[in-house]
């Protein structure tokens, strides 16, 4: 009798058991297809692994603005319509590539040796690069023009931009040295040209004369530049700066009155002429120069130095300024008080007694400039009363006075009530 160990039969049975499961079934179906994928794809595969090798080995470069050369008869002929330069794009072995883009030992050119005068479309050519380079240009083809090349002579016009002139300065006359140039272009570019310029460039206000190099500029009627040829291409633009001048009076413009009791004796100025530079049309209007003087702060006689102002367009005035010379009169009021009368000519038997005023004095009201009015004192005045032929009673008597004649005074009464009397001789 055969013996199996309980183990081993338990594990058949776990094992019979699972490859009659559905899992099993799917697992193995899964690794069935994707044997069939790579036998049926298996050259496709292939050939794509090989293409990616081989293109790890390949480059693609464009070599930017490489020069065009044209050969052509350039003594007689003038030719436009060609650019300056060609992209060329190479494509091949990477080394190979690498070196075209870096030594750049290829020529690229227009051959137009053979060519006739008038409008061609011409092929742009490649030499001396490796023929295991697939090349393109860009452009390739090119129309251009042929046509005679001429020479002709031509007067040059300066140019100036009068706003950099300083204030005032006007820009006397241009000149340029030399005065023509030689312009050699095609037949059709020479017949459009219409302006010859060399226009002066600064950057700065000038008020003297100035020389600069100017470039010479080709222009057509509608101010486009020609590409022409121009000898010279640099002349030399002279600018000659003038500072135009007239003479005109100066006249005193007052502002403000005078402080009161102050009076205005005369006024001047000195000098009364003055020069005024700058732009003639400006000096055309101008007819007199203003010097401006404030009486309000005048309280004796006093010279005021003033500037001369000037307007736009004018850059200088000589001189600067001016001296303003004023004279004035100060008025002071003044009071003396106090001032005795003498009284005259009364016979010796009577006396008198001035009634009104009670005090027997007078005041005076002084007026007139202030240096004269200050040295006026009661000393000064002398007044007197003629008494003489009047008998006892009351009388109105006119005070005779006499005082300084350089100024204003007037009394504070012109007469005095006076009462005389016989003396008393009894005792």
């Given at each position: 009798?055969?013996?199996?160990?309980?183990?081993?039969?338990?594990?058949?049975?776990?094992?019979?058991?699972?490859?009659?499961s559905?899992?099993?079934?799917?697992?193995?179906?899964?690794?069935?297809?994707?044997?069939?994928?790579?036998?049926v794809?298996?050259?496709?595969?292939?050939?794509?692994?090989?293409?990616?090798?081989g293109?790890?080995?390949?480059?693609?470069?464009?070599?930017?603005?490489?020069?065009?050369?044209?050969?052509?008869?350039?003594?007689?002929?003038?030719?436009?319509?060609?650019?300056?330069?060609?992209?060329?794009?190479?494509?091949?072995?990477?080394a190979?590539?690498?070196?075209?883009?870096?030594?750049?030992?290829?020529q690229?050119?227009?051959?137009?040796?053979?060519?006739?005068?008038?409008?061609?479309?011409?092929?742009?050519?490649?030499?001396?690069?490796?023929?295991?380079?697939?090349?393109?240009?860009?452009?390739?083809?090119?129309?251009?023009?042929?046509?005679?090349?001429?020479?002709?002579?031509?007067?040059?016009?300066p140019?100036?931009?009068d706003?950099?002139?300083?204030?005032?300065?006007?820009?006397?006359?241009?000149?340029?040295?030399?005065?023509t140039?030689?312009?050699?272009g095609?037949?059709?570019?020479?017949?459009?040209?219409?302006?010859?310029?060399?226009?002066?460039?600064?950057?700065?206000?000038?008020?003297?004369?100035?020389?600069r190099?100017?470039?010479?500029?080709?222009?057509?009627?509608?101010?486009?530049?020609?590409?022409?040829?121009?000898?010279p291409?640099?002349?030399?633009?002279?600018?000659?700066?003038i500072?135009?001048?007239?003479?005109?009076?100066?006249?005193?413009?007052?502002?403000?009155?005078?402080?009161?009791?102050?009076?205005?004796?005369?006024?001047?100025?000195?000098?009364?002429?003055?020069?005024?530079?700058?732009?003639?049309?400006?000096?055309?209007?101008?007819?007199?120069?203003?010097?401006?003087?404030?009486?309000?702060k005048?309280?004796?006689?006093?010279t005021?130095?003033?500037?001369?102002?000037?307007?736009?367009?004018?850059?200088?005035?000589?001189?600067?300024?001016?001296?303003?010379?004023?004279?004035?009169?100060?008025?002071?009021?003044?009071?003396?008080?106090?001032?005795?009368?003498?009284?005259?000519?009364?016979?010796?038997e009577?006396?008198?007694?001035?009634?009104?005023?009670?005090?027997?004095?007078?005041?005076?009201?002084?007026?007139?400039?202030?240096?004269?009015?200050?040295?006026?004192?009661?000393?000064?005045?002398?007044?007197?009363?003629?008494?003489?032929?009047?008998?006892?009673?009351?009388?109105?008597?006119?005070?005779?006075?006499?005082?300084?004649?350089?100024?204003?005074?007037?009394?504070?009464?012109?007469?005095?009530r006076?009462k005389?009397?016989?003396?008393?001789?009894?005792?």
């Open positions: 009798m055969l013996l199996r160990p309980n183990g081993v039969g338990g594990g058949r049975k776990k094992m019979d058991k699972f490859m009659e559905r899992w099993f079934m799917r697992i193995v179906g899964l690794m069935l297809a994707f044997i069939l994928y790579l036998s794809n298996f050259d496709d595969i292939q050939k794509t692994a090989n293409n990616n090798n293109s790890s080995q390949n480059a693609i470069e464009t070599i930017q603005d490489v020069p065009l050369e044209v050969f052509y008869d350039r003594e007689n002929l003038e030719v436009s319509g060609l650019p300056d330069t060609v992209n060329v794009t190479v494509e091949g072995s990477r190979i590539v690498q070196q075209a883009k870096t030594v750049k030992d290829f690229v050119y227009v051959d137009l040796n053979d060519i006739e005068i008038g409008e061609h479309q011409v092929e742009i050519k490649i030499d001396n690069i490796s023929d295991k380079l697939e090349v393109k240009l860009d452009p390739k083809v090119v129309t251009i023009s042929v046509q005679e090349k001429v020479t002709e002579e031509f007067t040059i016009e140019q100036f931009n706003s950099f002139l300083s204030n005032g300065y006007e820009a006397e006359g241009l000149a340029v040295d030399p005065k140039v030689k312009v050699t095609s037949k059709d570019e020479v017949e459009q040209i219409a302006y010859v310029i060399a226009t002066l460039d600064l950057d700065e206000e000038i008020n003297e004369n100035v020389t190099e100017a470039r010479v500029q080709v222009l057509d009627r509608e101010y486009n530049k020609l590409d022409v040829q121009i000898d291409d640099v002349v030399e633009v002279t600018v000659s700066v500072n135009k001048s007239k003479s005109v009076p100066v006249t005193v413009k007052q502002k403000g009155r005078l402080p009161d009791g102050t009076t205005l004796e005369s006024i001047t100025v000195e000098p009364e002429v003055a020069t005024i530079f700058g732009r003639q049309d400006v000096l055309d209007t101008v007819e007199e120069l203003l010097a401006e003087i404030d009486l309000s005048i309280r004796k006689d006093t005021v130095s003033v500037p001369l102002a000037l307007q736009d367009g004018l850059n200088k005035v000589a001189p600067e300024e001016v001296k303003v010379i004023v004279d004035v009169t100060t008025t002071e009021e003044k009071s003396l008080s106090g001032l005795e009368i003498n009284p005259q000519g009364l016979s010796d009577y006396e008198y007694e001035i009634t009104s005023p009670e005090d027997g004095v007078v005041d005076v009201a002084l007026k007139g400039q202030d240096e004269e009015v200050s040295k006026v004192t009661k000393q000064d005045f002398s007044l007197a009363l003629d008494l003489s032929g009047l008998e006892p009673g009351d009388h109105e008597v006119e005070i005779e006075a006499e005082g300084p004649n350089d100024i204003e005074w007037t009394l504070s009464q012109k007469s005095v006076v005389i009397k016989e003396k008393n001789t009894s005792a």
